[in-house]
């Protein structure tokens, strides 16, 4: 037991440098874990990059190599690992298979170790069994080779990051820092995770999935967006939204509009709007006071039952257990 006002340790995220890892995403989890602060200004997680191999260079797909400074025995001291992308899997990527070299590495690994992936990281939890028969997703441009080769897996390319308990994928490159700052907001609620992506200068939150950045047929310029009519809703939450209404803000047909919404966002309007107000709830319950009947309608969602529903289907908690756990989480 920690002595008395000793702090207790911090969590550990330990980071597998592949060769031919992008730099950019090696260098995600440590912008956004280390700058995890709690209230009094004290850092929440510890950070640590390392090899397969023991300490030394690691080649990059870029024209540099980056000195790792730890082996493979760090993966033993992690509370969470991340797997960034690389351009040199070979047969990890190819056929699924592991290599002797890094099968030996991830047996350092131990039991219960919350698993992360960054774009295509994925096949390395895949290739070691981690994600079958569970949800996962990987670069949209990969998605198929993916399921190809692992069919256990039920690869979802529209999302830009899956939350599966102990083990969490995410889609290509900076879809990353998405999943990074659900994380920080998972363990220690929105505050904290809205603080470390203002300091990033990125959204806390982004809206749709990887869809929308899928290259499509160019819209004629003349058209217009729908960018309107979210902000226009994002104002308004509280109250009862029509299609319609949203349709109208840009002089748009409800059948134009729609298909518009979904190319720009990636999801229905409808998905869209319950999405916002879910998220607006779990500012709520987290930062204020307010009874649930409260929440639900500043939310959108009308009754305390609505937002248990809506709450209970997409994060799998109660509202109450929500404010709960994310409540304590924030102030710890």
């Given amino acids: 037991m920690d002595r008395i006002g000793t702090p207790p ?9 592949l060769d031919g890892l992008l730099p950019f995403e090696l260098g995600i989890p440590h912008r956004i874990f280390d700058r995890a602060k709690d209230a009094e200004g004290s850092r929440l997680y510890e950070t640590v990059t ?11 797909d870029s ?20 797997v960034p992308a690389s351009y040199e899997m070979g047969p990890v990527y190819d056929e699924g298979r592991l290599t002797d070299e890094l099968a030996a590495a991830l047996a350092h690994i131990r039991p219960g170790t919350r698993l992360v992936a960054i774009c295509t990281g994925g096949f390395v939890l895949a290739a070691a069994g981690y994600l079958d028969g569970r949800r996962a997703t ?7 080779h993916f ?11 529209d999302v830009l990051f899956i939350d599966d308990g102990d083990v969490l994928t995410s889609a290509g490159v900076a879809a990353g820092i998405d999943l990074c700052l659900h994380i920080v907001r998972r363990d220690h609620g929105t505050a904290v995770a809205n603080e470390v992506a203002r300091r990033t200068v990125v959204p806390p ?32 939450l509280h109250e009862p939204i029509q299609l319609r209404d949203l349709a109208e803000q840009e002089a748009m047909s409800v059948r134009t509009f729609t298909r518009r919404f979904r190319e ?11 999405r916002q107000r879910i998220e607006r709830a779990r500012h709520l319950l987290e930062s ?17 039952q609505s937002l248990r529903q809506h709450l209970q289907s997409a994060l799998g908690v109660t509202p109450t257990a929500y404010r709960r756990t994310f409540r304590a989480g924030a102030t710890t």
Avoid at 50 to 60: D, E
């Fill in 9 to 17: 340790p911090r969590h550990r995220v330990v980071v597998l440098a």
């Fill in 50 to 60: 390392c090899s397969i191999r023991p300490p030394g260079p690691v080649r990059t």
């Fill in 63 to 82: 024209d540099f190599s980056i000195l790792v400074q730890h082996g493979p025995e760090a993966l033993a001291t992690a509370d969470t690992v991340v």
């Fill in 138 to 144: 990987t670069h949209w441009a990969s998605a198929e």
């Fill in 147 to 157: 399921q190809r080769v692992f069919p256990a897996v039920e690869v979802d390319a």
């Fill in 205 to 236: 939150h982004r809206d749709g999935g990887q869809a929308q950045y899928i290259q499509r047929p160019v819209p004629e310029a003349q058209l217009a967006t729908t960018r309107t009519a979210r902000t226009w809703a994002l104002a308004r």
């Fill in 264 to 274: 720009e966002v990636g999801v229905s309007p409808g998905q869209w709007l319950t």
């Fill in 288 to 304: 204020t006071e307010l009874s649930m009947d409260q929440v639900a309608h500043d939310a959108g969602f009308g009754t305390a």
